[in-house]
């Protein structure tokens, strides 16, 4: 038996949480990963934030949450190892991978994606990523997603005034001069904010419904 099988046994040993020591290393090296990923973007100042200030301190923050994980899964009893399936993994992976192909114009040889902007990469990136679970249902999601991107528009967009893609690119062309871009910003965020606040208003009402239609049911039997 090698020493590194050795030690890795003896270092499992000590574990009292495998499951939370386990989740914490992989968001520690996340974390690195997201630092590295962000370490050519300009941060800027809090007066005036550049793109890489969020990515590069939520970066520090995961790879502190992990630390904490870890610390935890050494000191405190817990949960052990269980068996996963594909599904989530494979389908966060898929929801990241359609953001970022149609956040903004990406070419491959031959073949290129249009840029479709965060208002249409948002939602869609929520409804395939919400899908990790079986238990996802699509009018639910439909409205998170909604609501999710009109608030990321105004935050990232009008609010900390970041250089993302927010509409896709032929709209920009075609309303280039005449509408603000600030306005059409939130003129957008407004639209899907107002669709996701209408779905949920029915959604509410067939609930409603559904559980009077119950109860006169149940009281017959």
């Known amino acids: 038996m090698s020493d590194a099988s050795v030690g890795a046994r003896r270092t499992m040993a000590r574990v009292r949480a495998p499951q939370s020591f386990v989740a914490g290393i992989?968001?520690?090296?996340l974390g690195i990963f997201g630092i590295w990923a962000a370490s050519?973007?300009?941060?800027?100042?809090?007066g005036s934030m550049g793109p890489g200030m969020l990515p590069h301190w939520v970066a520090i923050c995961v790879a502190i949450c992990g630390s904490v994980l870890v610390v935890t899964g050494l000191l405190r009893d817990g949960a052990g190892l269980q068996s996963f399936g594909l599904r989530g993994?494979?389908?966060v992976v898929l929801a990241i991978l359609a953001f970022a192909l149609t956040i903004r114009p990406f070419a491959f040889g031959s073949f290129a994606t249009p840029g479709l902007g965060l208002v249409v990469a948002g939602p869609l990136a929520v409804v395939i990523g919400g899908y990790a679970t079986p238990e996802a249902r699509f009018r639910e999601l439909l409205i998170l997603a909604l609501l999710l991107t009109a608030g990321c528009m105004l935050l990232f967009g009008d609010l900390l005034n970041l250089p993302i893609p927010i509409f896709p690119t032929a709209l920009i062309e075609a309303?280039?001069?005449?509408i603000p871009s600030r306005t059409l910003l939130r003129l957008g965020a407004g639209g899907l904010a107002l669709m996701g606040l209408a779905l949920l208003a029915l959604q509410r009402r067939s609930t409603r419904r559904s559980r009077t239609d119950v109860a006169p049911h149940a009281m017959m039997t």
């Open 89 to 91: 993994p494979l389908t």
């Open 40 to 46: 050519d973007l300009p941060r800027g100042t809090l």
């Open 175 to 178: 309303a280039s001069g005449r």
């Open 26 to 29: 992989v968001l520690v090296l």
